[in-house]
C-alpha cells in the first residue's frame, strides 16, 4: 500500500464521518452570514469610501476580513478534524494492522497528512468562493487576495501538521484536539506580553503565528513568513513520523 492509497482511505473516512459535514456545514453557514455583513457595511460605506484618494476597497474590506474570519475558526476546526488520525486508529487497533501490513511511519503519516490538506483546501476554496462570485459587479485587488489566500492555505497546512503530529503522541484522540488547540493559541500570542511592552522585532515575535500570517493577509508575501509556515510544517510532520516509527520499533 502508498501513501497514496492511505490518502485516499483516509478521505473516505473523513466523508464519511458526521464530525466532517458537521464542521463544514456550520463553518461554512456562519461564514456565510460574516460575508452578508462585510458587504453590508462595505455597500453602507461606498459613497463615503469613494471620495477617499486611497481608500480601502472590497477586498481590504469584504474579501480578506472574511478570510481572517476563517483563520479563526480553523484554530478549533483543525483539531478536531485531526485529532482521530493516529489516536484513533491507535485506540482501534488500525495503526498497528497498518505498521503490519509493512507501510513505513512515513507513508501513513504523510498520507493522513494529504487527506487532510485536501479537506482543508476545499474548505479554503469554498470560503473563497464568496467574495470572488462578486468579480462581475466590483473590482477585486487580486495580487492582495492571492497573498491573502497564499496565507491561508500556509496556516491550513502547518495547522494540520501539528494537529497530526498531537495525534501521534496522544493516547486519545480528546487529549490530541486539546493539545493542539492550545499549542495553537500559543503560538499565536505568545509575543503579545512583548506587543505590549512596546517590543517590536526579536525571537518572541519571530517565533508568533500572527506575525507571519498578518502581513501576507495585507498583501505583502515574504521569503520568512513562507519559510516559517514550512518549518512549522516540516518539523510536525517529522515528529509524527518518529513517533509512528518508534511504536513500530516497539513491536
Known amino acids: 500500500m502508498s501513501a497514496l492509497a492511505v490518502t485516499r482511505l483516509e478521505l473516505r473516512r473523513l466523508f464519511v464521518r458526521p464530525l466532517a459535514w458537521v464542521l463544514g456545514a456550520l463553518t461554512l453557514a456562519w461564514l456565510a452570514w460574516n460575508f452578508t455583513l462585510?458587504?453590508?457595511s462595505f455597500l453602507a460605506a461606498q459613497i463615503r469610501l469613494a471620495a477617499l484618494p486611497d481608500g480601502p476597497g472590497y477586498t481590504d474590506l469584504v474579501a480578506v476580513p472574511l478570510l481572517a474570519k476563517l483563520a479563526e475558526l480553523a484554530f478549533l476546526v483543525v483539531p478536531l478534524l485531526s485529532m482521530s488520525a493516529l489516536a484513533g486508529e491507535r485506540r482501534e487497533g488500525r495503526l498497528a494492522l497498518?505498521?503490519?501490513?509493512?507501510?513505513?511511519?512515513s507513508r501513513i503519516v504523510l498520507g493522513k497528512y494529504a487527506a487532510l490538506l485536501v479537506w482543508l483546501l476545499a474548505w479554503l476554496a469554498l470560503v473563497l468562493a464568496m467574495p470572488s462570485a462578486l468579480a462581475h459587479a466590483t473590482a477585486i485587488d487580486w495580487g492582495k487576495l492571492a497573498a491573502a489566500t497564499l496565507g491561508m492555505a500556509l496556516l491550513l497546512a502547518s495547522l494540520?501538521?501539528?494537529g497530526l503530529a498531537c495525534s501521534a503522541f496522544a493516547s486519545h484522540p480528546a487529549l490530541a484536539a486539546a493539545a493542539a488547540l492550545?499549542?495553537?493559541?500559543?503560538?499565536?500570542?505568545v509575543n503579545m506580553g512583548a506587543q505590549l511592552a512596546g517590543m517590536e522585532g526579536g525571537a518572541i515575535n519571530w517565533l508568533a503565528m500572527s506575525s507571519h500570517l498578518q502581513p501576507l493577509l495585507r498583501g505583502l508575501?515574504?521569503?520568512a513568513d513562507v519559510a516559517w509556515?514550512?518549518?512549522l510544517t516540516?518539523?510536525?510532520?517529522?515528529?509524527?513520523?518518529?513517533r509512528v516509527a518508534a511504536e513500530r520499533e516497539r513491536g
Open 234 to 242: 516540516i518539523v510536525c510532520l517529522a515528529l509524527a513520523i518518529r
Open 160 to 162: 494540520a501538521a501539528l
Open 182 to 189: 492550545v499549542l495553537t493559541l500559543g503560538l499565536w500570542a
Open 98 to 105: 497498518l505498521l503490519g501490513m509493512g507501510l513505513s511511519p
Open 221 to 223: 508575501v515574504t521569503s
Open 38 to 40: 462585510l458587504l453590508g
Open 229 to 231: 509556515f514550512a518549518l
